[in-house]
């Protein structure tokens, strides 16, 4: 189950969760601290661009995060939204936080970078909640197909785009897409199939052909080989045809549906060998 879902699940198992204030006391020394973490974050913000002749830059900056970090203003917890698929030890690398750390001393741009790394990920948006919180939320790719390359199969999004680290063994049921360029448009091709559900039921796989147009692979060996102009259409007629005559369940290798109005079949005849001598 993902770490980030509405209840919020911590990412680190011993990072307890914000206490919320019982008192006025506490809820003073929250906005105490706050102040000093703003007042921190415009000095070091000050410091890092207006040039200071007779200060050293980073040793100030080092002193201010010292001091915000006396004032309690430091790393407590880490929440993560939005996550399915990306691998925990994966995201913790990728964040390598340390509790305890100054909260103005996190590099959020380098957060974003590293996390952007990850295959799974496609976007992630990161936040600084004082007074420790480092907010996360993920938007993961969504995988549509299994793109067959040589011998290997490799987990593609709607842009066909390969998801690094994904393992497709985990995602058979989704539908093999094969052919030279066949992944930037294997999103259209899968769009089309499914406006006719019960017959996409019965499909394995899709071969992209010269660049222009789709063979369908039907679970039970048959190959329907749809046109390059207006393929819905085709599907459609094929789906109507089906319902009433069921041809997808004869016993064919080929419907050919390439010439407009027109379906041609090939019987599923099989190949005969020599027999042994005897």
């Given at each position: 189950?993902?770490?980030?879902?509405?209840?919020m699940?911590?990412l680190?198992?011993?990072?307890?969760?914000q206490?919320?204030?019982?008192s006025l006391?506490?809820?003073?020394?929250?906005?105490?601290?706050?102040?000093i973490?703003?007042?921190?974050l415009?000095?070091?913000?000050?410091?890092?661009?207006?040039?200071?002749a007779?200060?050293?830059?980073?040793?100030?900056?080092n002193?201010?995060?010292?001091?915000?970090?006396?004032a309690?203003l430091?790393?407590?917890?880490?929440q993560?939204r939005?996550?399915?698929h990306?691998?925990?030890?994966?995201?913790?690398?990728a964040?390598n936080?340390?509790?305890?750390?100054?909260?103005?001393?996190?590099?959020?741009?380098?957060?974003?970078?590293?996390?952007?790394q990850i295959?799974?990920v496609?976007?992630?948006?990161?936040?600084?909640r004082?007074p420790?919180?480092?907010?996360?939320?993920?938007?993961?790719?969504?995988?549509?197909?299994?793109?067959q390359?040589?011998?290997?199969?490799?987990?593609?999004d709607?842009?066909?785009?390969?998801?690094?680290?994904?393992?497709p063994?985990?995602f058979t049921?989704?539908?093999?897409?094969?052919g030279?360029?066949?992944?930037p448009?294997?999103?259209?091709?899968l769009?089309?199939?499914k406006?006719?559900?019960?017959?996409?039921?019965?499909?394995?796989?899709?071969s992209?052909?010269?660049k222009?147009?789709?063979?369908?692979?039907?679970?039970?060996?048959?190959?329907?080989?749809?046109?390059?102009?207006?393929?819905?259409?085709?599907w459609?007629?094929?789906?109507?045809?089906?319902r009433?005559?069921a041809?997808?369940?004869r016993?064919?290798?080929?419907?050919?549906?390439?010439?407009?109005?027109?379906?041609?079949?090939?019987?599923?005849?099989?190949?005969?060998?020599?027999?042994?001598?005897?």
């Amino acid at each position: 189950s993902s770490i980030g879902d509405c209840t919020m699940r911590r990412l680190i198992g011993w990072i307890k969760p914000q206490s919320q204030p019982h008192s006025l006391s506490p809820q003073i020394s929250l906005w105490r601290k706050i102040k000093i973490g703003f007042l921190s974050l415009f000095a070091i913000a000050t410091a890092s661009t207006i040039g200071m002749a007779m200060l050293d830059r980073e040793k100030l900056i080092n002193d201010l995060l010292t001091m915000s970090g006396n004032a309690g203003l430091v790393l407590t917890d880490i929440q993560v939204r939005g996550r399915a698929h990306t691998p925990q030890s994966r995201l913790l690398t990728a964040l390598n936080l340390q509790i305890g750390a100054p909260i103005f001393g996190i590099d959020l741009q380098n957060l974003h970078r590293n996390i952007s790394q990850i295959g799974w990920v496609e976007d992630a948006i990161i936040e600084r909640r004082l007074p420790g919180t480092i907010h996360i939320t993920l938007r993961e790719r969504v995988p549509i197909a299994l793109l067959q390359n040589k011998d290997k199969h490799k987990l593609i999004d709607r842009s066909g785009a390969i998801i690094d680290g994904a393992d497709p063994s985990q995602f058979t049921h989704l539908t093999v897409v094969a052919g030279d360029s066949a992944a930037p448009h294997a999103a259209a091709i899968l769009s089309i199939l499914k406006t006719e559900p019960e017959l996409f039921s019965e499909v394995w796989a899709v071969s992209y052909r010269s660049k222009r147009r789709w063979d369908v692979h039907l679970k039970n060996g048959m190959e329907v080989r749809l046109p390059e102009i207006d393929p819905v259409s085709a599907w459609s007629r094929l789906a109507m045809i089906d319902r009433k005559k069921a041809i997808t369940h004869r016993d064919l290798a080929v419907i050919d549906m390439r010439i407009p109005q027109q379906l041609i079949v090939e019987p599923n005849i099989p190949v005969r060998g020599r027999g042994s001598k005897t």
